[in-house]
């Protein structure tokens, strides 16, 4: 299952944290920094 849904979902940090998406957007569009290391703060609960 792709852990990046709570991109579309929880897009609110997104607009607060897009300078690490404008850069680092390879996360995002590869899926694999969310998906392969599960991302600290999607465990914390960043929405």
Request: include cysteine.
């Amino acid at each position: 299952p792709i852990v990046c849904t709570w991109n579309a979902s929880s897009i609110t940090w997104d607009a607060s944290s897009i300078t690490w998406d404008a850069s680092s957007i390879t996360s995002d569009a590869s899926g694999i920094a969310c998906n392969s290391s599960s991302i600290a703060w999607d465990t914390a609960g960043i929405t």
